[in-house]
């Protein structure tokens, strides 16, 4: 099966759906007196350099983790499905600005076939498909 660049977001958007419900069921089990430690500046870079996937599927790879989700896996998990249904991931646009919309969706017709379409994916209102690592450090 061809994997098209919608198919492979779909997947994606699936395994890291399921791991931030995995990731809420293990939160939620941990005892409310834990306390956490900060961590240092040192023991980030240390993860950065040891867990890093960075070339780990050779130079030209495209696909980063998602090689992880091999022929055989999809077919392990296709064997998981009890009922078939479909569940929309779509939200309403946010047109309006608010307090918690400072930028909402905006759409202006510029004339016959031509349009204008604007959205700041970067914001509070609005989502979009990502790494779960999008993170902002050093600068960077």
């Known amino acids: 099966m061809k ?3 919608t198919r492979v977001a779909a997947l994606a958007l699936v395994i890291a759906g399921a791991g931030i419900c995995g990731w809420g069921v293990v939160i939620a089990q941990q005892p409310a007196s834990r306390s956490h430690t900060p961590v240092s500046k040192q023991q980030i870079e240390k993860w950065k350099n040891e867990l890093s996937n960075w070339g780990r599927w050779g130079k030209d790879d495209e696909r980063g983790a998602l090689n992880l989700i091999t022929p055989a896996k999809r077919k392990q998990a296709a064997a998981l499905v009890k009922e078939g249904f479909t569940v929309s991931l779509a939200g309403d646009a946010d047109t309006v600005k608010a307090i ?3 930028n909402p969706y905006d759409h202006k017709m510029l004339g ?3 349009d204008y379409i604007g959205v ?6 609005h989502t979009h498909l ?9 600068g960077v």
């Not at 700041?120 to 209102?125: L, V």
């Not at 990502?130 to 050093?138: E, K, Q």
């Open 130 to 138: 990502d790494s779960l690592a999008h993170v902002n450090y050093g």
């Open 120 to 125: 700041a994916a970067h914001g509070w209102a």
């Open 112 to 114: 016959i076939g031509s």
């Open 100 to 102: 918690d919309n400072p």
């Open 3 to 5: 994997l098209t660049s």
